[in-house]
């Protein structure tokens, strides 16, 4: 058993070793000045996004707690990025992998599991997930990994290169090294987790600020401290925001939260594509709306500094969604007006026309 373990784990080890770390590159944004704005592109991943980081801790941490065994099967509750990468993994190690998830799910994630090696089990609707997956997993013989748990535990947060540490290495030569603030949305909770530990490890005096996506039960949890609401809806932004609080979410480590329409979020990445020729997923208009907020309230303050945000995968992901005029004034509704103020940053405050906002000082 040892020795399968070893070279499973020598096999990941070695593929971390292969690859680059994701680059981090500053915006030029028009309207706002003394403050730069920094996404580090988690699109370039093998898998192609931020969670081939979660899937390679999850393997590691299941490898090292004696879950996986040799031939048997590897089970996880996700029809999204999530399953890519750890199929991706899966793949790596000889083990089957089946991913949990509705029948509504596109077929081009479906595609994509499958395309490494991954099968499908599908279900009538996103809340019967988890149950399956532990059911599943119990009738084959086989590891549920159970990203919402084991996301805030799996991952080192005090440094190996994971993502924090990524961020500030990367950081150490720009004009202002230590960000005034990170900005994060949450789906598992996992990275959140790790930001705001390491920044409070190392002693940086860097703001988490956690966006938040209607629909999500996250903020509302957050600014109430209850951590046991529920929301009878999920998030129309792929990839973050939950119904329930997930135990992967830590709130004590997180200084603030935003909460951002969705139309703002998919304005976001329309505006973003015009700056920089690329499309990303709409988690990452989340993320930079909640990063513009920030940087504007910081010019009315007279701060100068810097602030780094995600781009969590790319758009090609979402060329029937986010990026089909069509599907966006169906699902989403109209984006023209704040796509409008994202290009006229400089005019007025974005917070104006925002979702609420919380502190930890107004937690209950």
């Known amino acids: 058993m040892h020795a399968w373990m070893n070279k499973a784990i020598a096999r990941i080890e070695a593929d971390f070793q292969r690859s680059a770390d994701t680059h981090l590159f500053r915006l030029d944004v028009p309207g706002i000045t003394g403050v730069d704005i920094y996404l580090k592109d988690e699109s370039t991943h093998p898998t192609g996004s931020l969670k081939h980081r979660l899937a390679r801790s999850l393997f590691l941490y299941a490898l090292c707690n004696g879950k996986l065994k040799e031939g048997r099967p590897v089970i996880e509750a996700s029809s999204g990025s999530t399953a890519v990468s750890e199929a991706y993994f899966a793949r790596m190690l000889g083990l089957p992998f089946i991913a949990v998830m509705p029948k509504s799910t596109a077929r081009s994630k479906i595609a994509m599991i499958e395309f490494y090696g991954g099968q ?5 609707s996103a809340p019967e997930m988890h149950d399956a997956a532990v059911a599943l997993a119990d009738q084959l013989g086989g590891h549920f990994m159970d990203q919402f748990t084991y996301a805030e535990r799996a991952t080192d947060w005090r440094g190996n290169n994971n993502i924090a540490d990524s961020i500030f290495s990367q950081m150490a030569r720009e004009p202002h090294p230590i960000p005034a603030a990170i900005v994060m949305s949450a789906g598992t909770g996992g990275t959140s987790a790790t930001l705001g530990r390491y920044v409070r490890y190392r002693c940086h005096p860097t703001e988490l600020v956690v966006v938040d996506p209607e629909n999500s039960v ?7 401290g209850d951590m046991t609401l529920r929301r009878a809806c999920s998030s129309r932004i792929e990839g973050i925001g939950r119904p329930k609080v997930e135990a992967s979410f830590q709130h004590d480590v997180v200084d603030r939260m935003i909460q951002v329409a969705d139309a703002d979020s998919v304005a976001t990445i329309l505006w973003l594509e015009e700056v920089i020729g690329r499309k990303a997923g709409a988690s990452t208009g989340t993320n930079l709306w909640g990063a513009f907020i920030v940087a504007q309230e910081m010019m009315a303050a007279g ?23 069509d599907w966006v004034a169906r699902c989403i509704g109209d984006v023209a007006p704040a796509l409008d103020r994202l290009r006229h940053l400089g005019d007025r405050p ?13 937690m209950a």
């Open 350 to 362: 974005l917070a104006a026309d925002s979702l609420p906002v919380a502190r930890r000082s107004s």
């Open 218 to 224: 996250f903020f509302d949890s957050y600014r109430t």
């Open 303 to 325: 701060r100068q500094g810097s602030i780094v945000t995600l781009m969590c995968d790319s758009g090609r992901r979402y060329l029937d969604t986010y990026y089909d005029p």
């Open 120 to 124: 499908c089990h599908f279900v009538d």
